[in-house]
């Protein structure tokens, strides 16, 4: 099944939308740091001049928000770059994979989160590599390609940035699903460190794939969430959404993306509400941190047709959709990993079951598209 653009369509009428279309609060919910980021994109100098609706409903007349058949995809990257111990950074992974699709039409949100794992034979590479050798464009056209779907806009953020923005807003409240303990958590860092073990011996145990956490104790920490809701600070909302290592069905990367989903949702509840809205400390620190830190194609004009016509988002219709591994098919299940890795690179990988992308073409445009049957 292919993606079709139904605006290029003449003779199709019904899903050629001629008005502006909408999608902002949907940096909000899926963009981690983005979410306000837009917004205060805005509201920065509005609040110094009294927010003028006028002016604004002006700018956002003159926009035209990309869009195909009815919808705006939004590519959103988070990356795990971080300084490592001889100071300098680790590779620029985009260990974060989510498209967020809204309809202009139904004024839905669905969130579709990619693995980390997944192999792009074109480039030899795990698909989170990607943007580190190729650059955003291919990350984008190789996205395309998995999903059956053009992308629109991207964002890239880092999770130094998210911690610092969680901080700004004075924490999020979050719903832990399931209590779990990560005994191996990395201690940015600490990375290179031996603690105190032959370098020999380290060498030959990671070169047989069977090195345990514990042969370098002084590397890792052990992180613990209890099930219920619970207010996180940046660093221990940052330990929540990165954990790898959880026990209880927690060490998965299906698990890590809807907690990440769960964090993003949870972020843009707290920073658009009108205790951040409204002091002016906060709006200037996340814009601050925005400017410097955020890699996106979406410029100060689009952020404003985005934030008016967000109030058109049905929030409650949003879908979160991952793609495993592990589940049934018409859950997500449509990848595998293969136990013989000779031609990945000797990695973990995941790869389709149909060995091409159609079958994850299909169950995408069920979703995006609302189709009841196959």
Not at 288 to 309: A, G, P, W
Request: net charge negative.
């Amino acid at each position: 099944m292919k993606y079709v653009d139904l605006q290029k369509q003449k003779s199709i009428k019904a899903f050629q939308v001629e008005e502006p279309r909408g999608f902002l609060k949907v940096l909000p919910m899926l963009v981690i740091i983005t979410t306000v980021f837009g917004v205060l994109f805005l509201f920065k100098d509005k609040i110094k001049s009294s927010f003028n609706p006028i002016s604004i409903i002006a700018n956002v007349a003159a926009a035209d928000l990309e869009s195909s058949d009815g919808r705006t995809n939004i590519l959103i990257l988070g990356s795990d770059r971080r300084k490592l111990g001889n100071g300098n950074e680790s590779p620029l992974l985009t260990d974060t994979i989510l498209v967020a699709s809204i309809g202009n039409v139904d004024n839905d949100i669905v969130m579709i989160s990619l693995p980390r794992d997944l192999w792009i034979n074109d480039y030899y590479s795990k698909i989170n590599a990607v943007y580190a050798v190729q650059g955003m464009r291919t990350l984008k056209e190789v996205v395309e390609n998995v999903m059956g779907v053009p992308i629109h806009y991207h964002v890239l953020v880092t999770f130094e940035l998210f911690e610092k923005a969680v901080d700004i807003i004075s924490g999020v409240d979050v719903y832990v699903e399931n209590s779990f303990t990560d005994y191996a958590y990395p201690i940015e860092g600490k990375e290179n460190d031996s603690c105190g073990v032959s370098t020999d011996v380290g060498r030959d145990l990671e070169e047989e794939g069977t090195a345990p956490w514990y042969i370098w104790p002084c590397r890792y920490e052990t992180v613990h969430f209890e099930e219920g809701l619970q207010t996180m600070d940046g660093p221990t909302a940052l330990k929540y959404v990165r954990s790898r290592k959880g026990d209880n069905n927690e060490g998965t990367d299906f698990a890590r993306a809807k907690r990440q989903q769960n964090v993003i949702s949870a972020i843009k509840e707290k920073a658009l509400s009108i205790e951040t809205l409204i002091n002016p400390a906060k709006l200037k620190g996340l814009y601050d941190i925005y400017v410097e830190n955020v890699v996106t194609n979406i410029d100060f004009q689009t952020i404003q047709s985005f934030y008016l016509l967000s109030q058109q988002i049905d929030f409650e219709k949003m879908i979160s959709v991952v793609l495993d591994d592990r589940s049934e098919a018409d859950a997500g299940g449509l990848l595998y990993a293969p136990e013989d890795t000779t031609l990945y690179a000797g990695q973990y990988v995941l790869v389709p079951q149909t060995g091409n992308f159609d079958q994850i073409h299909a169950y995408i445009q069920k979703y995006i598209f609302g189709y009841k049957g196959n």
